[in-house]
Each structure stands twice: as C-alpha cells, then as structure tokens.
C-alpha cells in the first residue's frame, strides 16, 4: 500500500519526513502549517531561542570605549587597535542603520591586519570577541582549499558562525569573522597559475563573493560528509571579516618598492628618514599583491592595518601589565596549590633580554618563561614550601640546562 500524507495527499516520494500515526499520515509541511495555525490563532505561544536574546545589540560601544577595553589586554598596537574600534563600531551602526528613502546605504569595510607573528594579531580578535553583542568566530585559512578537493570549503567559515550563534541566522548574518592565517593562500608566483592552486589562488577565489556579500549556500553539518542534508542560505552582506596574517618576507616587497624611487642626491637623502626596522608601517595594496594575494580579494579588503614589531618595552610590559600577562598566569597557577610566587625585577628584564633573541614576539617570551619554570612545576607541589622565588641565578641555570638538554638530542 502507497504511504501518502492524509492532509495534502503527497507520497512518501515527495516528502522529506512522513510521520505515521494511527490510521494515517502527516508531512513535515502539514506539521508545519499546523503549528502555524495554532500560533496566529493563540493557542500557542511563540518561544524566542537563547540565541536571539543573547545576541541583541543593546548599547553600541563607542570606538574610544572598544580601544580602552583593548588596552586592558593588549600592549602597544595603537594603529592597529584604532583601525579595529571604528571598523567594529562601524559594522554595529550599519546594523542598526534606519531605511532612507535617499537611497544612502553604508557598505561593510572589511579588514586586513598585517604584522610578525606574536605581535597580538589573534589575541586582538579574541578580546574583541568578548566585548561583542554579535556572533564572533575565529577560522583557520590554511585548512581550506578549492571546491572538489580534500580539505575544507570556504562556506564551512559560515558553518561556524552559524554554531557560534546556536543556529540562529538572523543574528548569524551580523556576525563578524576573523580569518587567520590570510597570508598562507598567497598563490605561489606573482603570475596567475598556469596549473591549479588548490589550496591559494583557488581558495582565494572562492572567497571573493563571501566577502563582498552574496547568499551563501551553507551546510549546517559541514562540508561533504553529508550531501543529503539541506542547506542554509546565509546573506553576508552585513557579515564583517577581518582577516590576519604574518607575510613573512614581505618587508623585503615593501624596500623593494621603496628603492623603485630613489633617483638623485635629494632622494638618496629621503632614504635616510626610513625605519629599516620597522618596515610594516610602509605597506600598501600593492605589497599584498606582489606577497601572492590576487586584486580582487585586496580590493574586498579595504582597511589594511598593521601591527608594529614588539620591542623590549613592549615585552617587559607583556610580561606583567595585562589582565592576562604571563607572570599573572604562573601566579595563579601556584597559588592553587597553595604557593606564592615571585619574579624580582632582574629576573624579569632577563627574561626579557633572552625574547629579545628569539624574535618570536609574545611567543618567544612565553616559551622562555615556560623553560625557565618547568622544574619549579614539577618539584614545587609535592613540598611543603608556601612561597618560591626566580631569582636571576636560577633563571639562568634553567634556561641553560634547557638548552643543553637539546643540544644533548
């Protein structure tokens, strides 16, 4: 006997779901329709999802307020930081932006943060995900590659957001997307590839639309482990992305530029006024594209910023000033066994002088700190001690017992 709905008369063919009951049959459509009926009819009332409450704009921070909240956590940085809060604040005034019948519409100025790698890029974008009354989500360019290929698809970044906001679009499409990594899709030559790109050129070509704005087909599982599912479409018009990348060798792009124009002695003489350590601050578009991104993912990227080279201030502030600066985490993790623990001032500029020679960044410095206690770790609690102290000779002793031990493998 043929299954059919006993309400619109559709097959089990033509139906996704086909629940059975007693003496008949209903269609996930008719289910829907019913509960329809029932809602405008008030017999049921409507239930808002957590997700809708939970990302309400209420009080839109001013740009000032987001840069202040920034340098509770974050050392340095200013251009990048101000470029951040009024982009930010920015995307939270087109969201709320009334109909105008003059036909001015603001378009979304989307993002790209350039800078070493342990200049805070990331740590940026965390801490402004904790402010934000949108759906926030930090995604990995490098596991992404084109369409038909193993890997992840571009739509799988819209497929975490989605998680991000528990599944609710309308609050889904104001959402903000970090994409780090940016800098490892770069194609392989300055030339378009004569061979396929799989996973630069062709990612990068795949995320044009998503950036600019399109409605996007997204499968709420994920990528291909499931074609049988059915897609959300997701509009990114009002989806801001801010993307982050190191360009390792890019200041060598940057000085090549720079010396293109040097003809004469007056020019010779303008050479002199350049940072030579610090080039990132002379980047432009075109830098990007000699670096390996094509034109028109630059030109969706509008806001370029950059993020300066950490120098020893910078990283002796790390070291103790934030909210969450490393010292202040090794604290906490000693006094939960009971331990207070100490770093006298020497100690902490040794600390320093030896990040210096990484040229890591904020990594560097958090690997040395980690060197430096990871014998106090293991010892400090099985004993009975309630205070401990780094003094410099101990330091000094760690860090080259560590290195010995390496050069011993």
């Known amino acids: 006997m043929k299954k059919v709905c006993s309400f619109c008369g559709r097959s089990e063919g033509e139906v996704r779901l086909l629940i059975t009951g007693m003496t008949g049959y209903i269609c996930e459509s008719c289910v829907e329709q019913a509960h329809d009926i029932l809602t405008s009819s008030g017999f049921v009332k409507e ?5 809708k409450s939970k990302f309400k704009i209420k009080k839109v921070p001013k740009p000032q307020e987001i840069k202040t909240h920034l340098d509770r956590y974050v050392i ?21 932006q009334p109909e105008d019948k003059s036909g001015v519409e603001i378009e979304k100025s989307n993002i790209i943060m350039v800078g070493r790698t342990g200049t805070g890029k990331t740590l940026l974008a965390r801490t402004i995900a904790k402010l934000l009354d949108v759906p926030f989500t930090i995604v990995d360019a490098t596991v992404f590659t084109e369409a038909g290929y193993v890997g992840e698809d571009v739509e799988s970044i819209l497929s975490r957001l ?18 780090d990594e940016i ?5 392989k030559g300055d ?3 004569i061979t396929r790109d799989v996973s630069g050129e062709g990612v990068q070509q795949s995320m044009l639309k998503l ?4 409605v996007v087909n997204v499968p709420p599982k994920g990528g291909r482990k499931h074609p049988d599912q059915d897609y959300i479409h997701l509009d990114t018009r009002n989806i801001l992305f801010i993307c982050g990348g190191a360009f390792d060798g890019i200041e060598r792009k940057i000085a090549q530029r720079l010396n293109t124009h040097v003809v004469g002695y007056s020019s ?11 080039m990132m601050k002379y980047i432009l578009p075109q830098d990007l594209k000699s670096f390996g991104l094509i034109p028109e993912l630059i030109g969706r990227l509008p806001v370029l910023t950059f993020l300066n080279p950490l120098d020893r201030e910078a990283l002796r502030k790390i070291l103790v000033e934030p909210k969450n600066s490393i010292v202040k985490q090794y604290e906490k993790l000693f006094k939960m066994d009971g331990i207070k623990l100490k770093f006298p001032e020497e100690t902490l500029d040794y600390l320093v002088d030896q990040a210096m020679e990484y040229k890591l960044g904020a990594r560097g410095l958090r690997s040395i700190v980690e060197s430096v206690m990871m014998d106090a770790m293991f010892e400090m609690p099985s004993q009975e001690a309630k205070t ?15 290195h010995l031990q390496k050069l011993e493998n």
């Open 183 to 187: 800098d490892k899709i770069a194609r």
């Open 47 to 51: 239930t808002k999802t957590a997700a």
């Open 76 to 96: 340095g940085q200013d251009e990048a930081k101000r470029f951040l809060s009024v982009a930010v604040y920015n995307h939270y005034k087109r969201l709320q």
């Open 211 to 214: 950036l600019e704005g399109t």
């Open 191 to 193: 030339n378009p590839s």
């Open 268 to 278: 010779v003489q303008n050479v002199r006024h350049i940072d030579k350590e610090d």
């Open 388 to 402: 401990f102290t780094v003094t410099l000779d101990y330091a000094k002793k760690q860090l080259n017992k560590a």
């Open 162 to 179: 989605l998680q991000v906001a528990d599944f609710d679009q309308e609050a889904a499409e104001r959402g903000i997307v970090f994409i």
